[in-house]
């Protein structure tokens, strides 16, 4: 059956009149006719009672009445479903975020995709690092990256959704965890925690150069994998560490005191990468959702 012959069935089966039928498609009534009677010979079935004053459903036609408004029902969700995707209401997208510092931000913009378009399905991926997050963007595998990243290649752009300042975690019963600010040279002698010092690790390269600045190399006695293990470690006094202000914005660590670091250094950018090629109506929606949930910071003053 083609959906034309399933339209004007249904037309006829509602009205039960051919010249009405015919009306209501837009069409002459000889045509409608032919229609009716090429699906009657392909379904090797009458489908109606024709007499000069009356047309009727034969039994075979109210068996066909049903299933016909299913067909048409299916027609028209599928003509949704390709305009709405087309507007952007209905699609997948896939974002990867860096660490607990993003949770909060990723957890709001989950919320509101969710309340305003939801049939556009967010998938999250925690990565802990910024660098494989940018590689899967890179490869398609995710569809949004936030993280920090010194460069980023051709290919990729991106949006800034944060300016952050270092702060240095602290065990709650450090000699220094009262103070309202901190310099790195007041750490010459102290042991640190630290992430891996992979490509790319914006705080592991800060901490080595800062240190450097202020005249000693960053004695680092354990790393870990991730900055919740980090905190763990610090809480545990096995050694501070230096993170991000937005760290404290997303966790709440019992046992370890964030202090702002007066060292002058550039902020770090917090930021939302996709790849330039990527024609995804649904992704250009959350893109576009994003810039009012997470507006661009204003830039830092000279």
């Given at each position: 059956m083609e959906i034309q012959q399933?339209?004007?069935?249904?037309?006829?089966?509602?009205?039960?009149?051919?010249?009405?039928?015919?009306?209501?498609l837009h069409i002459a009534q000889p045509p409608l006719s032919r229609t009716i009677k090429n699906l009657e010979r392909e379904l090797g079935a009458t489908l109606f009672e024709r007499s000069t004053r009356s047309v009727k459903?034969?039994?075979?036609?109210?068996?066909?009445?049903a299933p016909a408004e299913e067909i048409m029902s299916a027609c028209r969700r599928a003509r949704s479903a390709v305009t709405s995707a087309g507007k952007g209401e209905t699609g997948r997208v896939r974002?990867?975020?860096?660490?607990?510092?993003?949770?909060?931000?990723?957890?709001?913009?989950?919320?509101?995709?969710?309340?305003?378009?939801?049939g556009i399905d967010i998938e999250l991926y925690s990565s802990y690092y910024a660098v494989?997050?940018?590689?899967?963007?890179?490869?398609?595998?995710?569809?949004?990256?936030?993280?920090?990243?010194?460069?980023?290649?051709?290919?990729?752009?991106?949006?800034t959704v944060a300016r952050e300042t270092l702060v240095i975690?602290?065990?709650?019963?450090?000699?220094?965890?009262?103070?309202?600010?901190?310099?790195?040279?007041?750490?010459?002698?102290?042991?640190?925690?630290?992430?891996?010092?992979?490509?790319?690790?914006?705080?592991?390269?800060?901490?080595?150069?800062l240190s450097h600045g202020a005249g000693f190399?960053?004695?680092?006695?354990?790393?870990?994998?991730?900055?919740?293990?980090?905190?763990?470690?610090?809480?545990?006094?096995?050694?501070?560490a230096l993170t991000v202000s937005s760290v404290p914005d997303n966790v709440s660590y019992p046992g370890v005191v964030f202090v702002?670091?007066?060292?002058?250094?550039?902020?770090?950018?917090?930021?939302?990468?996709?790849?330039?090629?990527?024609s995804s109506p649904a992704l250009r929606e959350v893109l576009r959702l994003s810039e009012a949930l997470m507006p661009s910071p204003e830039p830092s003053p000279a």
């Amino acid at each position: 059956m083609e959906i034309q012959q399933v339209r004007a069935f249904l037309a006829v089966a509602q009205e039960l009149h051919f010249g009405r039928a015919a009306e209501r498609l837009h069409i002459a009534q000889p045509p409608l006719s032919r229609t009716i009677k090429n699906l009657e010979r392909e379904l090797g079935a009458t489908l109606f009672e024709r007499s000069t004053r009356s047309v009727k459903l034969t039994t075979a036609g109210q068996a066909l009445l049903a299933p016909a408004e299913e067909i048409m029902s299916a027609c028209r969700r599928a003509r949704s479903a390709v305009t709405s995707a087309g507007k952007g209401e209905t699609g997948r997208v896939r974002v990867a975020f860096a660490g607990v510092s993003s949770h909060v931000m990723v957890g709001k913009l989950a919320k509101l995709v969710r309340q305003t378009h939801p049939g556009i399905d967010i998938e999250l991926y925690s990565s802990y690092y910024a660098v494989p997050a940018l590689n899967e963007v890179i490869a398609g595998t995710m569809d949004i990256g936030l993280g920090r990243w010194n460069f980023l290649p051709s290919g990729i752009e991106s949006r800034t959704v944060a300016r952050e300042t270092l702060v240095i975690a602290l065990p709650s019963n450090h000699r220094l965890a009262h103070r309202t600010s901190v310099r790195m040279a007041d750490f010459a002698t102290e042991d640190f925690v630290a992430l891996p010092p992979d490509p790319g690790a914006v705080l592991r390269e800060h901490l080595d150069r800062l240190s450097h600045g202020a005249g000693f190399v960053p004695s680092i006695v354990q790393a870990a994998p991730d900055t919740s293990t980090l905190l763990s470690l610090v809480a545990a006094d096995i050694g501070c560490a230096l993170t991000v202000s937005s760290v404290p914005d997303n966790v709440s660590y019992p046992g370890v005191v964030f202090v702002p670091l007066e060292d002058p250094a550039e902020p770090i950018l917090l930021r939302l990468i996709w790849r330039s090629d990527d024609s995804s109506p649904a992704l250009r929606e959350v893109l576009r959702l994003s810039e009012a949930l997470m507006p661009s910071p204003e830039p830092s003053p000279a």
